[in-house]
Nanobody, 115 residues
Framework: QVQLVESGGGLVQAGGSLRLSCAAS????????INWYRQAPGKQREWVAIINMNVGTNYADSVKGRFTISRDNAKNTVYLQMDSLQPEDTAVYYC?????????WGQGTQVTVSS
């Protein structure tokens, strides 16, 4: 059974940093494409970052240069390092994986950036 558990969210001042974790079970992060998404209050869920099997990465323009996605195969965990956080980054952050074309999501972790 595929499970994703996000952690690492919290309250931070503008300009600060947080590192989110997405711990996977029932699936190998090294063999799959993992995405991070976020959803701000009253807004649609938006894609943030992706890491593929070859450790290739890509980012939404809104976070490029500030966020870094990475993974630790031994811990079967994907990370999202978020630097230079801004109030507009406030959202619930989710990791996502497709397994046999079925999407799996974690429960999300809240990130709140104060001005």
């Amino acid at each position: 059974q595929v499970q994703l558990v996000e952690s690492g969210g919290g309250l931070v001042q503008a300009g600060g940093s947080l590192r989110l974790s997405c711990a996977a079970s029932g699936i190998s992060v090294s063999s799959n494409v993992i995405n991070w998404y976020r959803q701000a209050p009253g807004k649609q869920r938006e894609w943030v970052a992706i890491i593929n099997m070859n450790v290739g990465t890509n980012y939404a323009d809104s976070v490029k240069g500030r966020f870094t996605i990475s993974r630790d195969n031994a811990k079967n965990t994907v990370y999202l390092q978020m630097d230079s956080l801004q109030p507009e980054d406030t959202a619930v952050y989710y990791c996502n994986i497709y397994h046999f074309s079925v999407p799996f999501w974690g429960q999300g972790t809240q990130v709140t950036v104060s001005s």
